[in-house]
């Protein structure tokens, strides 16, 4: 087995998680997945290992790390740092190169961006002053219902209303939320009025930079059934169907980069 | 265990030596020798923040070590807070300026015109000793203590709560309404209440926009200009005269004149001859107001342009440039990029729109010097409809070769905020360049989160 040259890795450290790929020959060959904690590097270390040892590497194997998230700017581990922008626009195109348009959602922010044929950004806009989009403001929501977070969407879904939610502020929200259930209405239809809220911010990103097929979900919360069902609706398209956990898109990215990079620096020839 | 500080190399100091005594509007004057050892013993026990080495925070400078001016822009930076003090100490008026005006006036009147950014850097000179961590826990600790006393609802507090306080010795407070800012309503407001209540206030009232074409416009404004003196006049004891005026007037037009022209020879370089901070911080001497001394800021400029002229011609490339950098125009009020972090990124700032407006705008010489500064302001480009400023500054980005544009604005700089969209898109629209709007935050996560998305765009470009 010709180990060197042949593995990348990327490491993504979002506010909320922190993922890795590696790639092998081109091949998706290990993940990782751990929350976020304080120590950023730590935390990219924690996902990276985690992918190593399942995939019976050690990180001298590794020919090229990317680094991404806000971590990225510190993750002496990593060969280069790259903004996952960048990341998440490359990942998509990897998996789905018909890919136009991607909206990514992720603990703290919430990004709309826009590629070309080679997965290159064309443009991008993103949310980060109000919670309304992020996975954060639907965790919050989930434990004012007392549910689970990853049974939220399908919640959402089974609504037979939809009560419109005007806050994006996440108190503000949490105390509107309440006023709603004291006024008698469902939490399921709340809740759908609260996915449906959040989709037409997301619509309002799209309205600056556009929206072209195809158009991939990517983020942790890609993987709410509920929000992805309400930003079809919002953006009057059809999310494409991530071939792998859309938690991963950046690091993948990240790793798709790696290998792109170390091929430009000569490090490996293909 | 102490902070690593950057050290000016001794081995450019010989170079640094044969250059030129940086002269003060007292007559004083600063020698080479002064300056060097200024920079490499006292100023980094004095501020070792500036110093330190510290890739994320701060602000680094631009570490340009072979430029002599680099170095005496930085000198005037650092010693900025205790050339105020010994100012006032002297009996020298100092007045609290904001708005997008040219500082002729003040400069007649014999008053420093200060703006909110030099205002804070004047009170955050007066401590010693913070590194990074300290400075900025200071100065979040004074925004905290200036949200106490004021709307937060303004762009950044201005600089008012040293005012208010009674933390820095301002004279008069007389800014430009509705020219651009939206901010001076919240800091008229405050100073009102606070133990410096009694500090001199004058609204030098601006005709609202777009008027430049209107006689009564101009006239209304002279007479404003005209109150401006007299109120300086009343601080200072003086009688300010029209020739006065006009010695001012024709001064700084020298200082736009030299400002402009070295602009342009930066831009009619192949490779940027120096960093995005030291573009700034030369070009922005034009207009003799950054440093709060006039004659220092002319002659640190013209000495500038004879070194520029030096590299452009030698195509010698800027201190931490990269190869074929990605050219950033940067527009908006009152806040630009980090450059050094978008440098590192690969990009190189080329060209802004604020201040660069107003140093590229010569006031007419003959005739009433009130009529023509009042003129000259009011077709300002930046202070011009949205078509006509996206027009001028379409015109700027092309002269400077800019592959992407930013606009940026404080949180709370409603005026900016409003139009920024309107005049991006009319860029984008006829040049087809890549744009880029960001709004900045309060002080809180903004570093880190800002350069994410600068970052993102130069890797889009
Ligand atoms: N199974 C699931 N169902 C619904 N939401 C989920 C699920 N798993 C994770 N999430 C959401 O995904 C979010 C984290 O996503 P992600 O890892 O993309 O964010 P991040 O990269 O850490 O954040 P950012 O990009 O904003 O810095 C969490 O806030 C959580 O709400
Ligand atoms: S940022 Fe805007 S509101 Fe604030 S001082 Fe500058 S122009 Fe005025
Ligand atoms: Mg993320």
């Known amino acids: 087995m010709s180990i060197n040259g042949n593995y990348f890795a990327g490491v993504d450290v979002g506010s909320l998680a922190a993922k890795s ?9 290990a993940t990782g997945l751990v929350p976020s904690g304080v ?20 990180q001298e194997d590794l020919t090229y790390i990317v680094g991404t998230g806000y971590g990225r700017v510190s993750a002496p581990y990593a060969n280069k740092a790259v903004t996952e922008i960048t990341c998440h626009a490359k990942g998509a195109n990897y998996l789905h190169p018909t890919v136009r348009t991607i909206i990514d959602m992720g603990g703290q922010d919430c990004k709309a961006i826009r590629i070309d044929q080679d997965g290159a950004v064309v443009d991008f806009a993103m949310n980060d002053k109000c919670a309304a989009g992020t996975g954060r403001f639907l965790e919050v929501m989930a434990g004012v219902f007392k549910v689970e977070l990853k049974d939220l969407g399908a919640i959402a879904l089974s609504a037979t209303d939809t009560v419109p939610m005007s806050s994006t502020c996440t108190v503000f929200a949490e105390s509107e939320t309440i006023s709603l259930v004291a006024r008698g209405e469902k939490p399921e239809n709340i809740l759908n009025g609260i996915h449906h ?12 930079v556009g929206i072209e097929s195809d158009v991939f979900f990517s983020g942790g919360v890609a993987k709410n059934s509920g929000m992805k069902s309400a930003i079809e609706q919002a953006l009057k398209v059809t999310i494409v169907k991530p071939e792998i956990d859309p938690q991963l898109i950046g690091a993948l ?10 091929k430009k620096e000569g490090l490996w020839a293909a | 265990m102490g902070k690593q500080l950057f050290r000016y190399s001794e081995a450019n100091k010989e170079k640094f030596l044969e250059s030129d005594n940086i002269t003060f509007n007292d007559g ?3 020698s080479p020798e002064e300056i060097w050892h200024y920079l490499t013993e006292e100023a980094p026990a004095k501020y070792p923040s500036a110093f330190e080495v510290n890739l994320y925070q701060g602000n680094r400078g631009s570490r340009d070590e072979t430029l002599p001016t680099s170095l005496k822009t930085r000198y005037l930076g650092l010693t900025f807070s205790a050339r105020m003090e010994k100012a006032k100490d002297n009996g020298k008026s100092i007045a609290f300026i904001q708005g997008g005006q040219a500082v002729d006036p003040y400069t007649a009147a014999d008053t420093i015109a200060l703006r909110p950014g030099l205002v804070n850097q004047w009170n955050n000179g007066l401590e010693y000793g913070n590194d990074i961590n300290k400075e900025n826990l200071r100065r979040k600790k004074s925004k905290e203590k200036a949200f106490h006393d004021m709307s937060f609802e303004a762009c950044q507090t201005g600089g008012y709560e040293h005012v208010q306080a009674g933390d820095l010795r301002i004279d008069v407070i007389a800014p430009y309404t509705v020219l651009r800012c939206s901010d001076i309503s919240y800091g008229v407001e405050a100073h009102r209440h606070g133990p410096n ?18 006689p009564w416009a101009i006239e209304y404004f002279a007479k404003n200009l005209r109150r401006l003196v007299n109120t300086l006049d009343e601080v200072t004891g003086r009688k300010t005269s029209e020739n006065d005026l006009l010695k001012a007037i024709k001064l700084h037009n020298t200082g736009r004149r030299l400002g402009t022209e070295l602009a342009e020879l930066w831009w009619s370089a192949d490779v940027p001859p120096t960093n995005s901070d030291d573009r700034a911080s030369m070009v922005s001497l034009g207009n003799l107001e950054v440093h709060g001394d006039v004659q220092a800021s002319l002659s640190v400029l013209k000495e500038a342009k004879k070194f520029i002229a030096e590299r452009v011609k030698n195509g010698v490339k800027g201190h931490a440039v990269a190869d074929n950098p990605k050219r950033l125009f940067i527009l908006g009020s009152c806040v630009g990029i980090n450059g050094s972090r978008s440098e590192d990124a690969g990009a190189i700032v080329v060209g802004r729109d604020d201040q660069w407006s107003h140093c590229s705008s010569l006031v007419e010489e003959v005739g009433d010097p009130f009529y023509n500064l009042a ?14 400023r996206a027009q001028w500054t379409i015109e700027q980005i092309k002269k400077s070769r800019a592959d992407g544009v930013i606009f940026i604005h404080n949180w709370g700089c409603n005026t900016q905020a409003a139009i920024s969209r309107p005049i991006v898109d009319i860029i984008k629209r006829e040049t087809g360049i890549p744009t880029y709007i960001h709004e900045r935050d309060l002080h809180g996560l903004r570093d880190e989160q800002e350069q994410n998305r600068v970052n993102a765009f130069v890797e889009m470009l």
Request: charged share 25%.
């Open chain 1, 253 to 262: 990215g990240a790793a798709v980069i790696a290998r792109n990079f170390s």
């Open chain 2, 197 to 214: 209540k009694n500090v001199k206030l004058l609204n030098v009232d601006y005709p609202l926009r777009f008027q430049a074409d209107k």
């Open chain 2, 28 to 30: 004083s004057t600063v």
């Open chain 2, 375 to 388: 003129k000259a302001t009011l077709e300002y480009p930046y202070e011009q409809s949205i078509e006509k």
């Open chain 1, 197 to 208: 809220s959040i989709a037409n911010r997301i619509a309002g990103l799209f309205s600056r």
């Open chain 1, 39 to 58: 120590n950023s590097v730590e935390s990219g270390l924690n996902a990276l290992n985690l992918a190593l040892e399942s995939a019976g590497l050690k």
């Open chain 1, 21 to 29: 790929v590696i790639l092998k020959d081109g091949e998706i060959f």
